[in-house]
């Protein structure tokens, strides 16, 4: 069963360093997604993708804070500088049909 | 934003019993979503509900979407280890775009 790829699975930086995420969706879905969830609490939609173009980024934090998906199939999301609120589990989601998600293992990032 | 908020934060039972986990909003929702994470993993999708009134069953777990389409439950018929987990519904408000809940820890104990 295809399956969403992230990684790395964890990653642990110190405040002010770059960091970056890598999404793989499940082959021909069209729409990814990025979340982050702060323990104790459900998923944020970050950015969403149609194929290449951002459809919606209003809850990503622009100043720090980017994401890009050039050929419409990975995608990569990322934070510089990391501060130490960016302590989160990081989703990735993909979908064909955009009423169903598949969610991939996610990211902890933890910021010291 | 579109407020889901559920009920219990946590529950914790012994094995065999009965349980339900309740998602309420203000807003409508064009279909509702239940998943189940695991710790250190994403969530994996239950059920979908998308009619309002509608009931689905999955083996143990009975899923309701309210008449208004604003509120859902999730109810475990005879619970076991392995259903303990983090239970989250989402609504989708706009086109596949979700709106989680907190989510409800749940926890058997054999």
């Known amino acids: 069963e295809a399956e969403v790829a992230q990684s790395p699975r964890y990653k642990i930086t110190e405040k002010s360093q770059a960091v970056a995420f890598w999404c793989d969706p499940i082959?021909?879905?069209?729409?990814l997604y990025w979340y982050r969830q702060i323990l104790g609490q459900g998923p944020e939609l970050l950015v969403q993708?149609?194929?290449?173009?951002?459809?919606?980024d209003s809850q990503l934090p622009k100043d720090r804070f980017s994401a890009e998906r050039l050929k419409g199939v990975d995608s990569t999301l990322k934070i510089q500088p990391a501060e130490l609120g960016d302590s989160a589990m990081y989703l990735c989601a993909s979908s064909r049909d955009s009423m169903t998600q598949y969610f991939g293992p996610g990211t902890r990032l933890l910021v010291l | 934003t579109q407020l889901l908020e559920q009920s219990p934060q946590f529950l914790s039972i012994q094995e065999g019993e009965n349980l339900t986990v309740y998602c309420n909003s203000s807003s409508v929702f064009s279909s509702l979503q239940w998943y189940r994470q695991e710790p250190g993993e994403g969530p994996v999708l239950l059920v979908t509900v998308v009619t309002g009134g509608e009931v689905k069953k999955l083996k143990r777990l009975t899923f309701q979407f309210g008449d208004a389409r604003k509120d859902s439950s999730l109810h475990i018929t005879a619970a076991q280890p392995g259903d303990t987990g983090l239970y989250l519904c989402?609504?989708?408000?706009?086109?596949?775009?979700?709106?989680f809940g907190a989510g409800t820890q749940v926890v058997v104990t054999p």
């Open positions: 082959s021909g879905h069209a729409t």
């Open positions: 993708f149609q194929d290449e173009s951002v459809v919606d």
């Open positions: 989402a609504g989708d408000y706009s086109w596949g775009k979700l709106q």
